[in-house]
């Protein structure tokens, strides 16, 4: 009974020991866990901060084109495409992503587009028509790949003589990477731009397809002083009629053709555009087929429809690009998309 109260009294003078010594043991083990929890959120936060830092600063940089931020560094050529606006072309594919189109009369009285793609390219564009000696001004102005599906002999030649780095789809017809035809569609209206290809194609052909186009001007106050719109009505004539209804809760301007909204069929969203820019200029039927010759040089009046006004102003062409001015001042656009409308003196513009 001695024996077993006697060992007894060993095993709890040895469990206290034991006890003794992780109880002092246990502030230095909490001390390092503490500190281990410290400096791990310490090297956490630092890591929030820098990225914070690093996200800031790239989005300093804004997209030539549209005055939009962009998250990292682009070094990339504008692509300008030729779209079709017939209406048996329509709806089209990839004008929502176009940061801006030029709307100009072709033969007759329909429209066709340039659309210019930098901030967002689409995999699908078209359908592609051909081309005319003044869309391809204007994509010089950009220093854009011209784009577009065929061309006569002497508007071919012109192309070339012009200097404009080109991809002709009549040179790819239906080759399945660049340039391929829609089965759902009859030609001259379902060829469509395959975008996957086109860096192959530029490589191929020698041209350069790097370099940051140079920015327009852009500011967040825009021209806010001109008189309020809700819809804006541009008839080229009796069959082609274009208007542009404001909507007030996303500040932009929903387009339609005909009487009908102009929806992209890749996404089948609305175009919508934060610009819609109007230029009046003198336009000139030069042969028996209806082709024409329009003035880009010589400046003369137009509108620019920002935020719900519109503003009577003057157009200027400065370096290959028309800009607005206002009493010889230069105007900025609003940050986002553009749309311009160049319209002949025949041409009607009627406000509600």
């Not at 830092?53 to 030539?64: G, L, V």
């Not at 996957?196 to 002083?225: C, T």
């Not at 009487?259 to 039927?285: S, Y």
Request: glycine share 8%.
């Amino acid at each position: 009974m001695r024996k077993l109260t006697f060992f007894s009294l060993l095993v709890v003078l040895f469990l206290s020991a034991c006890n003794e010594k992780a109880g002092a043991a246990q502030p230095e083990e909490t001390q390092e866990k503490e500190t281990a929890v410290e400096e791990q959120i310490e090297t956490e936060e630092n890591v929030t901060v820098d990225e914070k830092e690093e996200t800031e600063q790239a989005y300093t940089e804004t997209f030539p084109l549209t005055g939009k931020p962009k998250a990292e560094q682009t070094e990339r050529r504008i692509l300008s495409v030729m779209v079709n606006n017939h209406p048996k072309a329509r709806p089209q594919s990839g004008l929502s992503h176009a940061d801006i189109v030029y709307e100009i009369l072709a033969e007759g009285q329909i429209t066709r587009f340039l659309a210019l793609f930098h901030s967002d390219i689409p995999d699908t564009i078209g359908p592609v028509r051909s081309a005319r000696p003044y869309y391809f001004e204007i994509a010089d102005g950009f220093d854009a790949l011209y784009t577009y599906h065929g061309a006569s002999a002497a508007i071919n030649q012109k192309v070339a003589n012009s200097g404009v780095d080109h991809l002709d789809g009549a040179m790819y017809d239906n080759n399945g990477w660049l340039f391929e035809r829609s089965s759902e569609r009859k030609a001259p209206h379902n060829s469509y731009l395959l975008t996957d290809g086109v860096e192959q194609a530029v490589s191929s052909k020698g041209y350069d397809a790097s370099g940051e186009p140079e920015a327009l001007p852009f500011a967040e106050e825009g021209s806010l002083d001109g008189t309020p719109v809700d819809d804006v009505q541009i008839t080229y004539g009796s069959r082609t009629n274009v208007s542009f209804t404001y909507d007030d809760e996303n500040e932009q301007f929903l387009r339609s053709s005909d009487g009908e909204p102009t929806i992209d069929r890749l996404n089948e969203e609305r175009v919508a555009v934060d610009n819609v820019w109007i230029i009046e200029t003198d336009h000139q039927i030069i042969d028996n087929v209806g082709r024409r010759a329009i003035d880009l040089t010589s400046g003369g009046n137009g509108y620019l429809l920002q935020k719900g006004k519109m503003k009577e102003v003057q157009w200027k062409n400065v370096d290959g690009r028309l800009l607005p001015y206002k009493d010889g001042s230069p105007l900025a656009f609003t940050p986002g998309k553009t749309w311009v409308n160049i319209i002949p003196g025949s041409a009607a513009v009627e406000t509600e």
